[in-house]
């Protein structure tokens, strides 16, 4: 009886030594992806709200038409903002804000390009969190 005990424990110990790797890669898996979400949902978040602030801020009195850098400088402060709300740092050049022609009339176009440095590197994962976002200025004519 005490041989096949052993025997039992033995099996066990074998088995879960080669389960292990696998239920490791899936919970790293999990966490990688999880985490790549969680700042693709953020990136989404923060260019919504900045181009909607930048897109309702009124351009500076005397401003040539077409032009708003008011509404750029709204946007760009909006989003580093967010981001430092979010715990993420993005690179100076992550964020970019320009006025751009829009069905006729003028838009302010937000684009975000957030590097992603995956967690563990055991998963594969993009390397980055990419968004472009266009909404027509409220205030400029003449684009």
């Known amino acids: 009886m005490g041989r096949r005990f052993k025997w039992r424990r033995a099996t066990s110990a074998m088995e879960f030594a080669m389960v292990l790797p696998i239920l490791t890669l899936l919970l790293m898996g999990i966490m990688e992806w999880g ?3 969680y700042r693709e949902l953020s990136t989404v ?14 351009p500076a ?3 040539a038409p077409g032009q708003c850098t008011e509404c750029v400088s709204a946007a760009q402060a909006t989003a580093s903002h967010l981001f430092e709300q979010d715990g993420i740092t993005p690179p100076s050049d ?6 751009v022609s829009v069905e006729h009339t ?15 590197g055991m998963i594969p994962v993009p390397g980055a969190n990419k968004i472009a976002i266009t909404q027509p200025l409220e205030f400029v004519n003449g684009c």
Do not use: M
Request: overall charge positive.
């Open 45 to 58: 978040n923060v260019a919504r709200h900045a181009v909607r602030v930048g897109a309702t801020t009124r």
């Open 35 to 37: 985490w790549y979400f």
């Open 61 to 63: 009195f005397g401003e």
């Open 106 to 120: 003028c838009g302010l176009q937000l684009q975000i390009d957030l590097p992603y440095a995956p967690i563990a």
């Open 94 to 99: 992550a964020v970019h804000v320009s006025i």
